[in-house]
């Protein structure tokens, strides 16, 4: 059984550009969330996504936004990419019947430079 | 809102050792907790979770972790690691029990086996 697949692993930016980062979650799966991890704030949650509606949305400002396809698959989008974003950004999916737990892709390393 | 505190943000122990990594949440409401692990340069894998009933849970890899509610705690426990246990641990909340929607994490703990 396939786990989570985000794609790229490892990705460079610059200051200003925008970034697509995708997530394939596990076959069945339909909740997909993100998370953005850093050493300073440590891993917060950006938003999640159930039949192609966010369902939740963290403290993050408009600059990130994502959406979900008929397939379940998810993309993240960050706008106007600021030093600060630099980050590692983890996808979970779940099958989502409440409290099965969250599988997690092995994540996106972001540098923005 | 959900908190959760990991008392220690590193843990030093001895292969074959036992080891205890704290956590303590904070919520006005019932809650599902999980530990995860992070393993350099990948995702978190579900260590174990805690959704009702029994309040001793058993993880995998020899993890165990018991629900206290009245000290809001959840501590994950292993009577013997390994040196290959050498991760970063985290702890988790869901603050929407039935949905287990947006976990918040503790700050982690890094547990670092030796010879």
């Known amino acids: 059984k396939a786990g989570v697949t985000q794609t790229p692993r490892y990705l460079i930016k610059t200051r200003g550009q925008q970034v697509t980062l995708s997530c394939s979650p596990i076959?069945?799966?339909?909740?997909v969330s993100w998370y953005q991890q850093t050493p300073g704030q440590g891993l917060q949650f950006l938003f999640e996504y159930f039949s192609e509606t966010q369902r939740n949305k963290g403290n993050f400002p408009g600059r990130f936004s994502g959406r979900q396809f008929s397939n379940s698959r998810s993309e993240m989008n960050v706008s106007t990419l600021e030093l600060g974003d630099s980050a590692l950004y983890l996808c979970?999916?779940?099958?989502?019947?409440?409290?099965?737990?969250?599988?997690f892709g092995s994540g996106t390393r972001l540098t923005v430079v | 809102a959900q908190s959760v505190t990991q008392l220690d943000s590193q843990v030093p122990v001895f292969e074959e050792a036992p080891v205890e990594l704290r956590c303590n949440y904070s919520?006005?409401?019932?809650?599902?907790l999980f530990w995860y692990v992070q393993y350099p340069n990948q995702g978190l894998q579900l260590l174990l979770k805690y959704l009702s009933g029994s309040t001793l849970v058993k993880g995998i890899n020899g993890f165990e972790a018991e629900f206290n509610k009245s000290q809001t705690s959840f501590h994950l426990r292993k009577p013997s690691v390994h040196i290959s246990d050498t991760a970063e641990y985290f702890c988790?909340?869901?603050?929407?029990?039935?949905?287990?929607?947006?976990?918040?994490f503790g700050t982690g703990t890094r547990l670092q086996v030796t010879l």
């Open positions: 988790a909340v869901s603050d929407r029990p039935g949905t287990a929607s947006k976990l918040t």
């Open positions: 979970a999916s779940s099958f989502d019947t409440g409290g099965h737990g969250y599988t």
């Open positions: 919520s006005s409401v019932s809650v599902y």
């Open positions: 076959s069945g799966h339909r909740s």
